[in-house]
């Protein structure tokens, strides 16, 4: 019996098992926005479902190639790419949720989520924040129109898991929609279908690009969902397998009318960054528990937020569901005395900057920046300070990445 291969090996080989041109390692990059038929049924049969390239805004051979090669990953049926983790969350929102339906949401969103509800609050959307670490908060939340549940595996920024599984098997008895933003853990930690999640959404921007060179966002069909039952799925899309009724309303609506399209481009760079996602994780989840550990115990450091601390409320949670391994997201709070902004100026190897999951440590302050839209109310009831940072661990020497934190904290 052939041995099965690891996630590491099947991902490097992804673009050559699955068949290139010529025999290319690598999936070759395809810029055409049009593609011709060579019979007028076959250009018919195409726009009518059949599997094919017409018009790039529906996709290219270069984005199919980083789909199958993200399917993979999270142990999928099916997957369909965006321009930004944004653009794929809207289309999921907006093509699956109607007028008078309801959302129950984890508290504990990245601030630009917030801001995309209070878009579908003014569609008519009703929205129930809650807090997702206790299953039964959401539970209670249930009325009669829910027809979705969302969080995200490892909350941005305060780093708090959710009940993953505990809501995934609640929504699996209830029927309901079970959406997961897998960004911060991504696949290799842990896939969402092991939480029985509906679909999934990756930002490829973050650690399975990893490079800080491309934006892209991927949602991702478990195949666990019965869509024949969901009533929002427009006749249109009712026809072939149910089980891919709710991927195709994505890509139809997210594509085709919204136009949120993945260039072929960036789903180049960001196949050939996502092949060494294991070893940048490895790397940035060993760097990240080092530096917790040790602004854990500075004096000048009033709190730091790492599910890999015996001391985060879900640490117990995180290690049983990623394996040992808790990311690259510190949510770190200075002392009060502390200046932020003249903090981060004296850090040199750091860089002040607004991502995540790049192979160089980035840090920002997080109620100055991120969470500054949603005013101080809303912060204060999401526990975010004003000395609170908020630092995506790199692939740098975790010596360096201490020492800089050193100097800085030593002039105050």
């Known amino acids: 019996m052939k041995k099965k291969n690891g996630f590491l090996t099947n991902t490097v080989h992804s673009d050559r098992r699955m068949g290139t041109e010529y025999g290319a390692i690598h999936q070759p990059m395809h810029p055409s926005t049009e593609y011709g038929f060579s019979d007028a049924r076959e250009l018919a049969a195409v726009f009518q479902g059949k599997a094919g390239f017409s018009y790039a805004r529906q996709g290219t051979p270069t984005t199919a190639a980083l789909e199958r090669q993200v399917t993979q990953m999270e142990q999928g049926s099916g997957s369909v790419s965006f321009a930004s983790g944004m653009a794929a969350l809207s289309a999921t929102f907006l093509t699956l949720l109607k007028q008078g339906d309801h959302l129950i949401s984890s508290q504990y969103i990245f601030g630009n989520t917030n801001s995309l509800f209070g878009t579908l609050r003014d569609l008519g959307v009703e929205i129930t924040l809650v807090d997702a670490t206790d299953v039964a908060q959401v539970q209670a939340a249930k009325q009669a129109n829910t027809r979705m549940v ?29 959406l997961i933003d897998a960004t911060l853990s991504t696949p290799y930690l842990c896939p969402g279908k092991r939480f029985q999640a509906s679909l999934v959404v990756n930002s490829l921007s973050k650690h399975i690009g990893g490079h800080g060179n491309a934006l892209g966002g991927m949602v991702t069909d478990t195949g666990l969902f019965n869509w024949e039952h969901y009533p929002n799925i427009s006749e249109a899309y009712r026809t072939g397998n149910p089980a891919g009724w709710g991927l195709a309303q994505i890509k139809k609506k997210g594509l085709r009318d919204m136009g949120g399209t993945l260039s072929s481009d960036a789903a180049h760079r960001l196949a ?14 060993s760097n990240a528990l080092a530096l917790a550990r040790y602004l854990q115990q500075h004096p000048k450091v009033r709190k730091v937020m790492y599910p890999g601390l015996a001391e985060h409320p879900q640490h117990e949670r995180a290690t049983r569901y990623f394996g040992g391994r808790y990311g690259g997201l510190l949510s770190v709070v200075l002392a009060e005395d502390i200046d932020v902004f003249d903090f981060l100026n004296r850090l040199q190897v750091l860089i002040l900057a607004t991502h995540l999951g790049d192979n160089r440590s980035l840090v920002l302050p997080v109620a100055h920046t991120i969470y500054y839209e949603m005013g101080a109310e809303h912060r204060a009831l999401m526990g975010i300070a004003d000395t609170q940072l908020r630092i995506s661990v790199g692939i740098e020497e975790e010596g360096d990445l201490i020492a800089d934190f050193e100097q800085a904290l030593a002039s105050f």
């Open 272 to 285: 050939v960054g996502a092949e060494t996602l294991p070893l940048r994780m490895e790397r940035i989840c």
């Open 150 to 178: 969302f969080v995200e595996t490892i909350a941005n920024p305060g780093t708090q898991i959710a009940d993953l599984q505990g809501i995934g098997n609640w929504c699996a008895e209830q029927g309901l929609v079970y």
